[in-house]
């Protein structure tokens, strides 16, 4: 049986390289204590040195090292792909705002004009008489009062007649049986303002009110899609009815129709907000009316 020939760890093997500690403690600076013991040099003292479990023992820090550090990469890797995969699933929010166009209003109604009654006028002035009798014959006995007939001078410019009438001398021969009837010009009739009491509000009126800016802007800045929407993938449209009174201030806003979710609520809160708009006008003068505005919420 052959003598094992004892190695000194601390001064190397029988290819001649140095053993000992050293090379455990430079593999991975502040190992451990269990592999920089010395304990650990004489259990491999008479043992092969080559291969096998003290080669192990020697790499197993650097080992550890990159086994280590490739853990915290992947670790990385699985952590930022899950944040990016995150902010690339997340949905895009688009709102469709729909203008209300605009209505004419109905012609007024004009109400007939009735024409004022003809104007009759007055029969042209006659000429002056002077008393023309017949001459008649009457009994001796009976009294006949004296009478003088007219001259030819007398006559002129003046109707013979049964009486003696002061008239124009400019005036007609006659006077007419029946009135002459002269028709007179059309009067101007001033149109009346009638007193209408005026409605609370309007829905239509001649020029509607609108909003000081881009509306569908306005909404789209402010607007935020509620989560709870998004997460139970609620869309579809909002209708909010408020007024605008006469100085363009927006007055009474509630939901007229709601799909859920906090959309509503979320689509009430911007009018609210809304700033001032142009008044509506009817005839010129501004009036209090109603507007319906639908927002629609969409999810891509």
């Known amino acids: 049986m052959a003598n094992r020939q004892a190695t000194d760890p601390m001064q190397g093997n029988q290819d001649g390289k140095k053993l000992g500690a050293t090379p455990i403690a430079a593999a991975l600076p502040g190992a451990s204590p269990l592999f920089q013991l010395s304990w650990l040099l ?42 990016l995969a995150n902010a690339l699933r997340e949905k895009m929010t688009l709102m469709t705002v729909y203008e209300l166009p ?27 008489t002077i008393v023309f009798l017949t001459p008649k014959v009457v009994d001796e006995d009976e009294q006949v009062e004296e009478y003088e007939p007219p001259t030819q001078e007398d006559l002129l ?3 013979p007649g049964t009486v003696t009438t002061a008239g124009d001398p400019n005036g007609v021969d006659y006077l007419p049986e029946e009135p002459i009837e002269i028709e007179a010009p059309p009067a101007v009739i001033e149109e009346e303002k009638k007193q209408v009491k005026q409605p609370d509000f309007f829905i239509v009126v001649e020029q509607m009110p609108a909003f000081r800016g881009s509306l ?44 859920g979710g906090g959309c509503g609520e979320e689509a009430l809160r911007v009018v609210r907000s809304m700033p001032e708009w142009l008044p509506g006008k009817q005839r010129g003068v501004p009036v209090k009316v109603q507007m319906n505005l639908p927002v629609k919420f969409h999810l891509e």
């Not at 605009?102 to 002056?128: C, F, G, N, Q, S």
């Not at 899609?225 to 449209?237: C, H, L, M, V």
């Open 42 to 83: 004489e259990v491999f003292r008479y043992r092969n040195q080559e291969y096998g479990a003290y080669q192990l023992r020697q790499q197993y820090p650097r080992h550890m090292m990159w086994g280590g550090l490739l853990s915290l990469a992947l670790i990385g890797l699985l952590y930022g792909g899950t944040l």
């Open 216 to 259: 569908i802007q306005f909404l789209s800045r402010e607007i935020r899609y509620p989560d709870i929407a998004k997460e139970n993938g609620i869309q579809g449209t909002v209708v909010i009815q408020f007024l605008v009174n006469e100085k363009g201030q927006i007055s009474n806003p509630h939901i007229l129709k709601d799909i």
């Open 102 to 128: 605009e209505i004419t209003p109905p012609p007024a109604k004009e109400e007939p004009v009735t024409p004022p009654p003809p104007v009759v006028a007055p029969p042209p002035p006659a000429r002056p």
């Open 157 to 159: 410019n003046k109707n």
